[in-house]
């Protein structure tokens, strides 16, 4: 399941196009997991994503003052989060397969046209 909540209306229509082609790109289908968008202005950082209380579940907050290229990038960078978190690959902070991953991602999805 995956709730999205705050933001403006095409900031939520990006980030569910950007949630459902990670889950695909990130090879998530075969996980069953429950994630919770929140999209606000935050103070300092683009994003972050953590465990929620229930197993399994993640809440990642999203920043609203950024360009769209950068809410996109910052997303896959989280759901690569949470994809650590369900495989239970994370190492050190995790920053390193993000950082890797992100921009070649945030790519493809740019060239898909999907956005």
Not at 13 to 41: K, M, Y
Not at 59 to 74: A, G, K
Request: with cysteine; aromatic share 8%; net charge negative.
């Amino acid at each position: 399941m995956i709730v999205i909540r705050g933001g403006k209306q095409h900031e939520r229509r990006i980030a569910q196009t950007t949630i459902d082609w990670a889950i695909s790109n990130l090879s998530l289908e075969d996980h069953t997991f429950s994630l919770r968008l929140v999209i606000q202005a935050l103070d300092d950082y683009y994003g972050e994503c953590l465990p929620d209380k229930k197993p399994n579940t993640y809440v990642i907050r999203l920043n609203t003052n950024m360009t769209i290229r950068d809410f996109v990038s910052t997303l896959i960078h989280e759901m690569i989060h949470v994809r650590q978190y369900l495989e239970d690959t994370w190492t050190h902070d995790g920053e390193r397969e993000c950082g890797e991953l992100e921009m070649f991602l945030t790519d493809e999805l740019w060239r898909s046209g999907l956005i």
